[in-house]
């Protein structure tokens, strides 16, 4: 054993892992499952078949209190958080003072109660919990969580099989958020996921961790999935992941995330890098983050460099791979924003050599979410 | 009659006569997990041996495959550019790279056998 093997943390499902013969890797200071022997293929193909079994659990979960946490939270992040209704949770990005992306976290404020349920990606768990604390100083008060577990429960039949243990469950909505019982433990969870397909999210205990994943990987219908599929499925979905797709010198505009700022902080302008922001708002920004699908089998990596037909470049592949789905490569990066509109022809240098891609629209794979009906 | 040898890169070659057949290890095969594109040398290229020679990409990332032995290029599995999952089907047979006319059969000599290679393999 290295130090780094000593040093790194385990989830409260890491025996689990190893009986279900998962490759431990180390990701994010933790050791978690990339595959187990079914593979990262057949892994991302049944969770968007059936049902795959993911744990979360070194994600950053923690709770804000305070006589007003919604509104202190909007100091550093512009999505509209005082708007989100009981019951329900909200997609935001956590801004630096200049306006760059420090991270992107999910908000839920659970229904009758005063605490804002918070989880942050497990690389930036630290950082984010540091500065979140230290900018709400004397407004909220952040309580980290680390004892809990989290638990990704994702696919078609996801809703099938979770209602067996948690009945009622199914009549949640995409973004929906609630306190129940999961296999006779208590749980928060949330209609939510990072695959692109219909699925929740069940954060527990660590001490009921093993016993709830235990009963869902009971069903005939679910597959243990590792951080291999992980990657894929989120990709496929079109889906940022940080540090890769998004970072703090990056700002909302360029990360095509509009969509997370609330309408009302983008007409108040009252979030940290609003000069910056509003500016790129208005007048666009000079790269812009886009799908790209490589013509042939040839994947395109995270690095790969964006050309355009003259050989000039004019931008970075940010995450790059092969989309089992999709049964094709796909890839995501920055390009100029003469380049950003969906159709442009643009080269990606492989290896030395110009490969045809295409801008396209993201998501890759329809995403499938229970959205409520309009 | 053919022999095989193996590289501490996970390649193997066989050689009959003066042409060896290359392809990856079943445990390097086992390692990358599923294949999902395969980039083969064209028939003429010159390669030295440890030499870059062929790429091979899994879902998660891709890999350079070596020349076990120098010489120069005669054929290439085009069928793996179809079907790449033939590399973790059959990695040792039908899932083949490309053959190669040695410049030095020398350089096969000094490769490791089945047997040292099972070694090797258990010592990672």
Same mark, same amino acid.
């Given at each position: 054993?290295?130090?780094?093997?000593?040093? /790194?943390?385990?989830?409260?499902?890491?025996?689990?892992?190893?009986?279900?013969?998962?490759?431990?890797?180390?990701?994010?200071?933790? &050791?978690? %499952?990339?595959?187990?022997?079914?593979?990262?293929?057949?892994?991302?193909?049944?969770?968007?078949?059936?049902?795959?079994?993911?744990?979360?659990?070194?994600? +950053?979960?923690?709770? /804000?209190?305070?006589?007003?946490?919604?509104?202190?939270?909007?100091? @550093?992040?512009?999505?509209?958080?005082? +708007?989100?209704?009981?019951?329900?949770?909200?997609?935001?990005?956590?801004?630096?003072?200049?306006?760059?992306?420090?991270?992107?976290?999910?908000?839920?404020?659970?229904?009758? !109660?005063?605490?804002?349920?918070?989880?942050?990606?497990?690389?930036?768990?630290?950082?984010?919990?540091?500065?979140?604390?230290?900018?709400?100083?004397?407004?909220?008060?952040?309580?980290?969580?680390?004892?809990?577990?989290?638990?990704?429960?994702?696919? %078609?039949?996801?809703?099938?099989?979770? !209602?067996?243990?948690?009945?009622?469950?199914?009549?949640?909505?995409?973004?929906?958020?609630?306190?129940?019982?999961?296999?006779?433990?208590?749980?928060?969870?949330?209609?939510?996921?990072?695959?692109?397909?219909?699925?929740?999210?069940?954060?527990?205990?660590?001490?009921?961790?093993?016993? @709830?994943?235990?009963?869902?990987?009971?069903?005939?219908? @679910?597959?243990?999935?590792?951080?291999?599929?992980?990657?894929?499925?989120?990709? !496929? &979905?079109?889906?940022?992941?940080?540090?890769?797709?998004?970072?703090?010198?990056?700002?909302?505009?360029?990360?095509?995330?509009?969509?997370?700022?609330?309408?009302?902080?983008? !007409?108040?302008?009252?979030?940290?890098?609003?000069?910056?922001?509003?500016?790129?708002?208005?007048?666009?920004?000079?790269?812009?983050?886009?799908?790209?699908?490589?013509?042939?089998?040839?994947?395109?990596?995270?690095?790969?460099?964006?050309?355009?037909?003259?050989?000039?470049?004019?931008?970075?592949?940010?995450?790059?791979?092969?989309?089992?789905?999709?049964? &094709?490569?796909?890839?995501?990066?920055?390009?100029?924003?003469?380049?950003?509109?969906?159709?442009?022809?643009?080269?990606?240098? @492989?290896?030395?050599?110009? /490969?045809?891609?295409?801008?396209?629209?993201?998501?890759?794979?329809?995403?499938?979410?229970?959205?409520?009906?309009? | 009659?053919?022999?095989? #040898?193996?590289?501490?890169?996970?390649?193997?070659?066989?050689?009959?006569?003066?042409?060896?057949?290359?392809?990856?290890? #079943?445990?390097? *095969?086992?390692?990358?997990?599923?294949?999902?594109?395969?980039?083969?040398?064209? $028939?003429? #290229?010159?390669?030295?041996?440890?030499?870059?020679? =062929?790429?091979?990409?899994?879902?998660?990332?891709?890999?350079?495959?070596?020349?076990?032995?120098?010489?120069?290029?005669?054929?290439?599995?085009? *069928?793996?550019? $179809?079907?790449?999952?033939?590399?973790?089907?059959?990695?040792?047979?039908?899932?083949?790279?490309?053959?190669?006319?040695?410049?030095?059969? *020398?350089?096969? =000599?000094?490769?490791?056998? $089945?047997?040292?290679?099972?070694?090797?393999?258990?010592?990672?």
């Amino acid at each position: 054993m290295t130090d780094t093997n000593q040093a /790194l943390k385990f989830t409260p499902l890491h025996a689990l892992h190893l009986e279900l013969g998962g490759k431990m890797v180390p990701f994010a200071g933790y &050791a978690m %499952p990339v595959q187990y022997p079914a593979g990262v293929l057949k892994e991302h193909l049944h969770t968007r078949e059936k049902a795959g079994l993911f744990d979360v659990s070194h994600m +950053g979960q923690a709770f /804000l209190s305070g006589s007003d946490p919604a509104r202190a939270l909007e100091s @550093v992040t512009p999505a509209d958080i005082q +708007g989100i209704p009981d019951g329900m949770q909200r997609y935001g990005l956590l801004l630096s003072d200049a306006g760059g992306i420090k991270d992107d976290f999910m908000t839920t404020r659970l229904a009758g !109660e005063a605490a804002l349920y918070l989880v942050v990606n497990a690389a930036m768990k630290d950082a984010d919990f540091a500065y979140i604390g230290e900018k709400l100083k004397g407004q909220a008060t952040l309580a980290p969580a680390p004892d809990r577990a989290l638990l990704a429960l994702q696919g %078609p039949l996801a809703a099938d099989v979770l !209602e067996r243990h948690s009945p009622g469950i199914s009549q949640l909505t995409f973004m929906q958020a609630r306190r129940v019982t999961v296999a006779g433990v208590p749980a928060i969870v949330s209609r939510t996921g990072y695959t692109g397909e219909d699925g929740f999210e069940i954060s527990i205990e660590g001490k009921d961790a093993e016993k @709830v994943a235990r009963a869902l990987l009971a069903e005939a219908e @679910v597959l243990p999935i590792g951080l291999g599929a992980r990657d894929s499925l989120r990709l !496929e &979905a079109g889906l940022c992941l940080y540090g890769h797709d998004m970072d703090d010198s990056i700002d909302p505009v360029e990360a095509s995330l509009v969509w997370s700022m609330g309408k009302r902080r983008k !007409e108040a302008g009252d979030f940290p890098g609003a000069d910056r922001i509003g500016r790129h708002l208005k007048d666009g920004a000079a790269k812009k983050r886009v799908g790209l699908r490589p013509e042939g089998r040839a994947p395109a990596r995270e690095g790969t460099e964006i050309a355009d037909k003259t050989g000039r470049i004019v931008g970075r592949v940010t995450s790059g791979g092969f989309g089992p789905s999709l049964n &094709a490569p796909l890839a995501m990066g920055y390009v100029e924003k003469d380049f950003a509109a969906n159709g442009t022809k643009l080269d990606l240098i @492989v290896r030395g050599k110009a /490969l045809g891609a295409e801008v396209v629209a993201m998501p890759f794979v329809p995403n499938r979410y229970k959205r409520v009906k309009k | 009659m053919s022999e095989v #040898r193996f590289t501490d890169q996970h390649e193997w070659v066989r050689l009959e006569g003066d042409e060896g057949t290359v392809g990856i290890t #079943r445990h390097a *095969a086992e390692q990358l997990g599923d294949v999902v594109f395969v980039e083969l040398p064209q $028939a003429g #290229r010159k390669v030295g041996a440890g030499g870059e020679a =062929a790429v091979v990409e899994s879902v998660k990332a891709a890999s350079e495959v070596y020349a076990p032995v120098g010489g120069e290029v005669t054929a290439s599995n085009s *069928a793996l550019e $179809a079907e790449p999952a033939k590399v973790n089907e059959d990695p040792e047979g039908a899932g083949w790279f490309f053959k190669l006319k040695l410049s030095d059969k *020398a350089e096969f =000599a000094k490769l490791m056998d $089945a047997a040292a290679y099972q070694e090797f393999v258990k010592g990672l």
